[in-house]
């Protein structure tokens, strides 16, 4: 069946992990009659949740498109995972959805998963229903979540049905706007009259959408403040307007694992969810038309890797009417691309597709030189649409091949496991030597190593990743590097006097010389400062390089026969250490500048917990409603495991960002752990 802007629908479904997106997603594909077979996510036969991870972990780990027909209409359903780690998939899908239906357990309070999507929607202007998902548990608490969204969003939040039964005896809900009762499951959909002992509970919802569906419209809102009455019609326009300018978010309740709800829910997201005609997306403050006549332009909001079919490549089709062997640049990369097949994506499932029009969704195989954000347009019509913007990677690992065949894969693997997920990051630490994975949080990161074992046959080790202390001096000294050795024939003479000096943080090192009278040779210097390098990268105290040091040579004597490159080479190493030695050597850490954004509530528990760490806080910041931001200055040997502490501490809803700031010393007691570590270990090297 062919459709038009106006008759499509992109729908994510969002929220906390646990709270039964997946469920949901489910009985939406069976409702709508687009799948055989009603899938569970604990059987592991789900068709939103096909990766064979997804499957053992029984948890969502991709954004998973999945397309059906409902009424006339099509709706490009997206499951998107709800754990924090998996954030990244929510920031992309987010640029090609006009609406949001976020689902919550009914309990007194949201989720994190919740409040995160929340808040990505409001930031990219997008339409949201609310879902109130598990009415079914004994310890339901429908009433107190409608309080609690009543309180934060007023008028805007308004339940458009009501419940028929409580917790266990749930079964149904009275939906306001068709004025029915709907039970039974998603495949038979009861519909019938509202019971008698329901009329003044509806009543009361009644007003209260009338209130809300007056908010959408200002039109109306003058006449309801006139009329104190909105017809049937005003009413669902209202809502309709509401929800499109996000003036109003609908709630509606149900159970997706007995099916409860989910029609309405179908009936709501074509009645009341804006199409990509209705809703544009912008670019530079000015919308896009969704006119399929128009050059084509796509933009691209996820990759996914498989190591047997390659790169697939999802795409929202802005503009125009994409179509297979297209040829189209990237705008990013000015490369061409030749459009292979295309396909609507049904989970695992394909449909091939002859052509793609404005606001639809489809995937793309075996494109060359195309990633996640980027923009595909017709080479006569240049378009580049605004990149994704990725949250930055707050927790890391060294990640170390087992074998020198998983050494020959790792990079390849790592870069495919890397392209398909932007919030994961992998780069080579210079001077702590290691491979070192960034991600989102402990999970990210174990799903990414398993994802290199089981996809790619990459097996690898992980350790913390190292703090890339440095070693420097505080006062000047001058010390005699001498290094003499006659074993027959020829011998070995070199003999330089150094002077070693601190420079301002930052500067790295100097060499230089004021020798005078020809003491040294000029043609040995260089293998002076060379012995001197080497012994700097090894370091004094703790074996970490030594920095900021100026070293100048400004006496010394050679023997024409015995002297040589290699000699003096070692007699500036002799020198740099017994300077090094006077010079009162030191170690540095880096230190971080951090900022925590936490709801007001965990403030006091945040700013204890950074002391611990021997923060030194530098203000606050209040950033809105019950959110303030912490500034402070921290060692980086504090934070590393700061994720996963900072997300105990304020139950997943503390965000933080840390650059660096400077070297300082490090105080003297964690000096000498330091240093005690590190003689341990040469000691375990020697035995060795």
Known sequence: MDYTPEKIRNIAIVGHGGSGKTTLVEQILWAAGAIDRLGSVDQGNSHSDFDPIEIKRKISLNATVLSLEWKGHKINLIDVPGFPDFIGDLYGVARVVEAFVLVTPAQANVDVGFDNAWEIAEENGISRLIFVNKMERDNADH?????????????????????IGNQTSFKGVYDLITEKVHMGDAKHDEVSDPPAELKTEVAKAHAQMMDSAAEGDDDLAMKYLDSGELSEEEVEHGLEQGVAHGKVF????????MGVGVVPLLDHIVGLVPSPAEQPKMQGGEPIACDPAKPVSAFVFKTTA??????????????????????????????????GALFFPRGKEQKAAAAVIAGDICAITKLQHTTTGDTLCDPKNLTAYDPISFPEPIYRLAIHAKSKS?????????SRIVDEDPTLRHRREAETNQD??????????????????????????TSDAKIPYRETIRVAAKAQGKHKKQSGGRGQYGDCWMELSPLPRGSGFEFSDSIVGGAIPKNFLPAIEKGVVETLSRGFLAGY?????????????????????????????????NCAEKAQPTI????????????EEFTGDVMGDLNTRRGRPLGMEVLGPGRQRILAEVPMAAMMKYALDLRSITKGRGRFRVEFARYEEV????QQTLIAEYQKRKVEEQED
């Open 143 to 163: 009433p107190s979540l409608l309080g609690m969204f009543q309180k934060r969003f007023g008028v805007k939040a308004v339940p458009i049905q009501v419940p």
């Open 250 to 257: 609908p709630i509606l309740l149900g159970s997706a694992s």
């Open 306 to 339: 498989d190591p047997f079919v390659g790169r697939i490549n999802y795409v929202r089709v802005m503009t125009g009417t994409l179509k297979p062997d297209s040829a189209l640049k990237n705008s990013r990369t000015e490369e061409n691309e030749r459009m």
């Open 406 to 414: 998983d050494e020959d894969k790792l990079g390849g693997a790592v």
């Open 436 to 461: 070192l994975l960034e991600g989102m949080g402990d999970i990210h990161l174990d799903v990414a190593i398993e994802k290199l074992r089981e996809k790619f046959g990459v097996n690898v080790t």
């Open 545 to 577: 390089p030594m920095v900021d040091v100026k070293a100048n040579i400004y006496d010394g004597s050679y023997h024409d026969v015995d002297s040589s490159e290699q000699a003096f080479k070692m007699a500036g190493a002799l020198a740099f250490r």
């Open 588 to 599: 540095l850490e880096p230190i971080l500048k951090v900022e925590v954004d936490v709801p």
């Open 667 to 670: 105080p003297m007691n964690e």
